[in-house]
C-alpha cells in the first residue's frame, strides 16, 4: 500500500495543478533499480504499474474522475493487454502516452504507449467498466459519462510514432 501511494502521489499532485482538461496524459519516467526483474530489464509485473499511472494521470487531467464522481459511477479494469516490444533497461528515460478509445458496449477503451525517441516498447489496452450505485452501469450510461473524452489516436506504424 505504501508503495502505491509513493508512486501516485506525484502524479496526484502535478495533475491536480492543471486547471484546463486536457484528454491526452503524457508522463516522463525513468527505469529505477527496484523496478528490474533477473535479467536487468523493467520487470513485466512493472509496465502494469506505471501504465496504471497513466490512466490516472488521465483521468484526472481529463477532468474524466470528476464527470464519473458527480455521475455516482466507479471505474474498476476489467480487462488490461500488454504488448512488449522492445525492453527498458536501467536508467532508460521513457515516456507514457495515455488517450481514451471509445466505448465498447459497457466499457471504456484506453491505449498506453511506452516511448523512447519515437520507438514504442510496450503498448498497454485497459478496459474499464463502470458501477454506480445500482450495479454495473448500461452501454449508454457510460457513454454519456465519457462523451467528449477521445482525443485524436497516436499515429503509430511499425511500432513507431509517426508527425
Given amino acids: 500500500m505504501l508503495g502505491y501511494l509513493l508512486r501516485t502521489a506525484p502524479v496526484v499532485l ?13 508522463l516522463e519516467r525513468v527505469v529505477r533499480p527496484w523496478e528490474l526483474d533477473l535479467n536487468r530489464h523493467m520487470n513485466q509485473a512493472v509496465y502494469a504499474q506505471v501504465m496504471e499511472l497513466g490512466r490516472l494521470d488521465w ?4 477532468h474524466a474522475w470528476r464527470r464519473w464522481k458527480a455521475g455516482r459511477a466507479h471505474a474498476v479494469v476489467a480487462e488490461q493487454r500488454i504488448v512488449y516490444r522492445r525492453e527498458l533497461t536501467l ?28 520507438r514504442v516498447h510496450a503498448r498497454g489496452d485497459a478496459k ?19 462523451e467528449g473524452l477521445y482525443p485524436a489516436p497516436l499515429a503509430v506504424e511499425d511500432w513507431r510514432v509517426r508527425d
Avoid at 495533475?15 to 491526452?24: E, K, S, V, W
Avoid at 536508467?91 to 519515437?118: C, H, K, N, P, Q
Fill in 14 to 26: 502535478r495533475a491536480a495543478r492543471r486547471p484546463h482538461p486536457q484528454l491526452i496524459s503524457v
Fill in 128 to 146: 474499464l467498466i463502470f458501477v454506480g450505485d445500482d450495479g454495473v452501469l448500461a452501454g449508454p450510461a457510460v457513454e454519456a459519462l465519457c
Fill in 59 to 62: 483521468a484526472l487531467r481529463s
Fill in 91 to 118: 536508467g532508460a528515460r521513457y515516456t507514457i502516452d495515455t488517450r481514451a478509445r471509445a466505448v465498447e458496449g459497457r466499457l471504456l477503451a484506453l491505449r498506453s504507449y511506452m516511448i523512447i525517441d519515437g
